[in-house]
């Protein structure tokens, strides 16, 4: 069935660094790709999503390009904050259904 | 627009105890989705409500349920809780007028199960 697997965390930066966060996919159609942040003691917020190949999702900073030749959509941004700390999924959801499938999440704390 | 809303945001049952829980929708979205969201076992999908009907369903026992009303709101019933339901229950709606569409999660219930 369709999966996501991202990268283990944690994952600890100092603040000004670059971030990324390697999330990749296995689907049999063609699935919509989304990153969504949980900070701690919330649900999910949406960071961003791509619903098809070669499309950039974008938002707050962060981006993620879908790369259906490498099945992969990996999170990025050039200079993370403080405030950036939370765990991040990476999903995927197939247009047929919508059983939306989870990454592990990859916590990110970022240091002053 | 409102956001969707979850009540109650924590609840602590006993074993062997039944459990509701409520998800209020974004306004206009007609699709409601369950997931259980527990540190082994990550986010798992539970079931999609779509104009009152059961449109999709996860891998979890029938002590699972839930159902949907005319005004879209949603509730998620757990019977005979084990410890193992202890988890954060996260709620999502979408418009889902046709293929795939965004879901937005509410803040969640955190069931604790003693």
């Known amino acids: 069935g369709d999966s996501v697997t991202q990268m283990e965390g944690p994952v600890t930066l100092s603040e000004e660094a670059f971030l990324t966060i390697n999330c990749t996919y296995t689907a049999t159609g063609y699935p919509s790709l989304f990153w969504y942040v949980q900070y701690p003691g919330e649900g999910l917020q949406l960071l961003l999503k791509?619903?098809?190949?070669?499309d950039k999702g974008s938002n707050k900073g962060f981006e993620a390009t879908y790369r259906k030749e490498t099945t992969s959509f990996h999170l990025e941004k050039g200079s993370v904050q403080v405030s950036d700390s939370a765990v991040y999924f990476c999903?995927?959801?197939?247009?047929?259904?919508?059983?939306?499938?989870f990454g592990a999440g990859t916590r990110l704390t970022v240091k002053p | 627009k409102a956001g969707v809303t979850q009540t109650p945001r924590y609840l602590i049952k006993t074993r062997g105890q039944q459990v509701t829980l409520s998800c209020s929708p974004i306004s206009g979205h007609r699709s409601v989705s369950w997931y259980q969201q527990t540190p082994g076992q990550g986010l798992q999908f539970l079931f999609e409500?779509?104009?009152?009907?059961?449109?999709n369903k996860g891998n979890f026992p029938g002590r699972f349920s839930g159902r949907q009303f005319s005004n879209s709101r949603s509730e998620m019933n757990v019977s005979t809780l084990e410890l193992g339901d202890s988890a954060l229950y996260l709620c999502a709606s979408s418009r889902r007028d046709y293929g795939t569409d965004t879901q937005y999660f509410g803040p969640g219930t955190r069931l604790t199960v003693l």
């Open positions: 791509a619903t098809k190949a070669d």
């Open positions: 999903a995927l959801s197939e247009p047929r259904n919508n059983d939306m499938r």
């Open positions: 409500y779509f104009s009152e009907t059961q449109r």
